[in-house]
């Protein structure tokens, strides 16, 4: 079945440092691919998305590329803050079936001032 | 211009007691997704709603869990007799249909003592 794989975490930074968190999937159709960020406490968020091929999705200074060579939307960020510490789940939903949303096991993100 | 609404925010239960958790959808939402979270672990699919109707139950374990949406009120997740495997954070997530994106509720958290 559908599945994807995140690195594990915690991934500990520094301020202003760049950020990658890994995610590949493994799906039989053409999924559309999700990052989403969980707060303390909090529901999750909807990051940024991509729907094909090449696609670029972008929020708050966050980009992930849908790279259907190498199966992956790896989360970028040029400069980390305090402010992203959160859990970061990668997640993919296929567009025909049932449309529910498969997640990764969600990476733990610790920037420190 | 409310989000998803879900309550309790946490709910203790005795083991053999019942839970209910109720969602109520964003406005103009007629689906409704179950997710549950295991303790440091990624959000896995429960079941699929349309207003009085179950979509996809793939995901709900065969004994114990029902999930209804009525055509007036919240759709109510229901477990019976808990166990403490049962402990976890339920997330529900609405959405305009089975094309569209989905938003998370902020999700019950259930603890079983």
């Known amino acids: 079945g559908d599945s994807v794989t995140q690195m594990e975490g915690p991934v500990t930074l520094s301020e202003e440092a760049f950020l990658t968190i890994n995610c590949t999937y493994t799906a039989t159709g053409y999924p559309s691919l999700f990052w989403y960020v969980q707060y303390p406490g909090e529901g999750l968020q909807l990051l940024l998305k991509a729907t094909k091929a090449d696609d670029k999705g972008s929020n708050k200074g966050f980009e992930a590329t849908y790279r259907k060579e190498t199966t992956s939307f790896h989360l970028e960020k040029g400069s980390v803050q305090v402010s992203d510490s959160a859990v970061y789940f990668c997640a993919l939903v296929m567009d025909t079936g049932r449309r529910a949303l498969t997640f990764g096991s969600g990476t733990r993100l610790q920037v420190q001032p | 211009n409310a989000g998803v609404m879900q309550n309790p925010r946490h709910l203790v239960r005795r083991r053999g007691q019942e839970a209910r958790l109720r969602c109520s959808p964003m406005k103009g939402h007629s689906h409704v997704y179950w997710y549950r979270q295991l303790p440091e672990e990624g959000l896995k699919f429960m079941v699929y709603l349309q207003k009085e109707n179950i979509i996809d139950e793939s995901g709900m374990p065969k004994e114990r869990f029902s999930a209804e949406f009525p055509k007036e009120g919240p759709s109510i997740l229901r477990i019976q007799q808990v166990v403490r495997g049962d402990s976890a954070a339920y997330f529900c997530?609405?959405?305009?249909?089975?094309?569209?994106?989905?938003?998370f509720g902020p999700g019950t958290r259930l603890t079983v003592t």
């Open positions: 997530a609405s959405s305009q249909g089975p094309i569209y994106e989905q938003y």
